[in-house]
T-cell receptor, first 115, second 114 residues
Framework: DAKTTQPNSMESNEEEPVHLPCNHSTISGTDYIHWYRQLPSQGPEYVIHGLTSNVNNRMASLAIAEDRKSSTLILHRATLRDAAVYYCILRRSSGTQGGSEKLVFGKGTKLTVNP | DAGITQSPRHKVTETGTPVTLRCHQTENHRYMYWYRQDPGHGLRLIHYSYGVKDTDKGEVSDGYSVSRSKTEDFLLTLESATSSQTSVYFC?????????????FGPGTRLTVT
């Protein structure tokens, strides 16, 4: 499985934008880029995903480099509730049973939001 | 919130005893997963299911078995618990549609094996 590299930790101030980077230099053409986050004492939560084009949803934006070897999760205005561990994951479909679309979690980036 | 519950939420057991964790969903989703989370390792996939009675192994399946006799329940069994299985266990579900990419996670079960 292709691997991702993320900084161990980042800090931000409340109300400011946050850019969380992810490197995935061995990404293949069929790998989707997914982001999940995990708030303290909770299960992971889906944030956003994309393949080639930049994506926006109500939680965040995902900017994907043209060569797809890196991506950035953008939180437009960080709040204290955004303090969490953010995981960048490559999802590859095996195309067989479908459930083989396993998520391989790395250690993620721990985001601290300062008031 | 996706309708996923896990039981028990906390359990302390002794080495060598059998333990069964239950994941229950009300979404009628086809795919279900069991992960474990340990400090320094992130989440690792134990087993997953792609339908009733259809299961397969993940990356850390040794010492674990699963069963899915009905759509809504996915059971994880530790036949003989060991201290290395002390962990937080998360269940996840995923929808059937090709565009159902996201997995929804339960609240977790904290298991301590003494």
């Amino acid at each position: 499985d292709a691997k991702t590299t993320q900084p161990n930790s980042m800090e931000s101030n409340e109300e400011e934008p946050v850019h969380l980077p992810c490197n995935h230099s061995t990404i293949s053409g069929t790998d989707y880029i997914h982001w999940y986050r995990q708030l303290p004492s909770q299960g992971p939560e889906y944030v956003i995903h994309g393949l080639t084009s930049n994506v926006n949803n109500r939680m965040a934006s995902l900017a994907i480099a043209e060569d797809r070897k890196s991506s950035t999760l953008i939180l437009h205005r960080a709040t204290l509730r955004d303090a969490a561990v953010y995981y960048c994951i490559l999802r590859r479909s095996s195309g067989t049973q479908g459930g083989s679309e396993k998520l391989v979690f790395g250690k993620g980036t721990k985001l601290t939001v300062n008031p | 919130d996706a309708g996923i519950t896990q039981s028990p939420r906390h359990k302390v057991t002794e080495t060598g005893t059998p333990v069964t964790l239950r994941c229950h969903q009300t979404e009628n989703h086809r795919y279900m997963y069991w992960y474990r989370q340990d400090p320094g390792h992130g989440l690792r996939l134990i087993h997953y299911s792609y339908g009733v009675k259809d299961t397969d192994k993940g990356e850390v399946s040794d010492g674990y078995s699963v069963s899915r006799s009905k759509t809504e329940d996915f059971l994880l069994t530790l036949e003989s618990a060991t201290s290395s299985q002390t962990s937080v266990y998360f269940c996840a579900i995923r929808g059937d549609r090709l565009t159902s990419y996201e997995q929804y996670f339960g609240p977790g079960t904290r298991l301590t094996v003494t």
